[in-house]
């Protein structure tokens, strides 16, 4: 019996054989993983190109079809999450590839961007930074959520989420975006706002939890940012590319806005000298809004299922 190479990408926390049992493939499936990040296609495709199976960790690693031309024997790539628009699907179908995601939770995104306002708004690094550096003892004033305003782009699964908390914390929150409606609003017991302008002109904290398209990309650029509150901050666990990152560079410099939490970046891994690395009232994260525990144990072992189910010829969770 032949064995089929698989390739497990992007493997940062060296985890994924450990978090799901391989074991039950192991006499069909030679498994193999890489926590090194190829950021060239020359690099990455040098990589695998003789590996059947690819399972790749969310949109860490593009396959556009200049990439897939390149994979000949490749038969099934497994994304993490039922979403990937890294991937060209298209391309994918037309060479056979067939394409498969998991699910995923809207749970670790939501408790992230609450640690990311909360971060924001009582200086929790800087005053952490300042006691483990013997530093001044209290530099700062935080400010109280209570009263506030949270602005919401976007009500999905995650934004109705997060709605619920800025309401516990006494909060006002209202929301917009292109194909919300005053019924969904009324659902969350959200206040729809008039306008995206209405929304940033008003709201002490503005939330992205959109999905990125063409019609999102880009959605906030230099003129919202000088609409917002000097006092307001951005929070985006949701895409880097829905903000046009040169105008929030420029309005973090020129205080438009008072500062940003940023889970989310065009370039991942963050180069060494990118400006969002330097920034004084900029709080990152590298990404982390869907690694935690119960996503990972679902990834992985669902990958596992998909691999399975793709050698019995029944593929499932197909996305192409």
């Known amino acids: ?101 998991t699910e995923s939770y809207p749970e670790p995104p939501t408790e992230l961007t609450w640690a990311l306002l909360l971060g924001l708004a009582r200086n929790i690094v800087s005053e952490h930074n300042a006691i483990q550096t013997n530093g001044p003892w209290q530099s700062s004033i935080g400010i109280d959520l209570y009263g506030k305003k949270l602005g919401l782009l976007g009500l999905g699964k995650i934004g109705s989420r997060v709605a619920r908390i800025g309401q516990a914390f006494g909060m006002e929150v209202v929301a917009w975006s292109q194909n919300l409606t005053q019924t969904r609003a009324d659902e969350a017991g959200v206040r729809l706002a008039s306008s995206k302008e209405e929304l940033l002109e008003t709201s002490d904290f503005v939330s992205i939890h959109l999905v990125l398209s063409d019609r999102t990309k880009h959605l906030l650029g230099r003129e919202d940012f000088q609409r917002m509150k000097l006092s307001s901050y951005l929070i985006n666990t949701s895409r880097a590319a829905i903000v046009d990152q040169n105008a929030l560079i420029e309005a973090l410099k020129n205080g438009w806005i008072a500062g940003a939490a940023i889970d989310v970046f065009e370039k991942e891994p963050l180069l060494q000298k990118d400006v969002f690395r330097s920034l004084p009232n900029v709080l990152t994260t590298p990404h982390l809004g869907y690694v935690s525990q119960r996503n990972y144990q679902t990834f992985y072992r669902q990958a596992l299922e998909d691999i399975q189910a793709f050698l019995l010829g029944e593929p499932i969770r197909k996305l192409n």
């Not at 499936?29 to 990589?47: A, M, P, Q, R």
């Not at 790749?56 to 024997?73: Q, Y």
């Open 1 to 101: 019996m032949r064995i089929v190479r698989c390739a497990i990408l992007d493997d940062y926390q060296n985890v994924a054989t450990s978090i799901a049992d391989w074991s039950s493939i192991t006499e069909k499936v030679e498994v193999h993983t890489f926590s090194k990040h190829y950021d060239n296609e020359d690099g990455l495709v040098n990589v695998i190109k003789d590996y059947e199976i690819l399972v790749i960790m969310r949109e860490r690693t593009a396959f556009p079809a200049s990439v897939l031309s390149r994979l000949p024997f490749l038969k099934l790539l497994i994304t993490t999450g039922m979403r990937n628009s890294s991937i060209d699907l298209s391309a994918a179908s037309s060479q056979g590839i067939v394409v498969c995601g």
